[in-house]
């Protein structure tokens, strides 16, 4: 099993950053891939940044520049910081493990940016 635990979401005025942090525990395996998704209300959940366990990242045209994506295999971790935030990065955030060919999220994290 694995488990996914998000935090750092919360309420923010436009411009100001904040960092989301996702814990892994369980049968992660040392190669994996995770993510960072968003869903908006009334949109689909959208992946806005990933990264390998390798160091590899790629990130959503909508962030790129503004979000970065890291991790910490030490700690079984993986950050997002997000600057420049803009009300139409209010969604709620899901982190995403990739391992086998199987995904595992967590419950989300709410984000929200007030103009």
């Known amino acids: 099993q694995v488990q996914l635990v998000e935090s750092g979401g919360g309420l923010v005025q436009t411009g100001r950053s904040l960092r989301l942090s996702c814990a892994a525990s369980?049968?992660?395996?040392?190669?994996?891939?995770m993510g960072w998704y968003r869903q908006a209300p009334g949109k689909q959940r959208e992946l806005i940044a990933a990264?390998?366990?390798?160091?590899?990242?790629n990130y959503a045209d909508s962030v790129r520049g503004r979000f970065t994506i890291s991790r910490d295999n030490a700690k079984n971790t993986v950050y997002l910081q997000m600057n420049s935030l803009k009300p139409e990065d209010t969604a709620r955030y899901y982190c995403?493990?990739?391992?086998?060919?199987?995904?595992?999220w967590g419950q989300g994290t709410q984000v929200t940016v007030s103009s």
């Open positions: 990264i390998t366990s390798g160091g590899t990242t």
């Open positions: 369980g049968s992660i395996g040392r190669i994996n891939a």
């Open positions: 995403n493990l990739n391992r086998l060919g199987n995904q595992y």
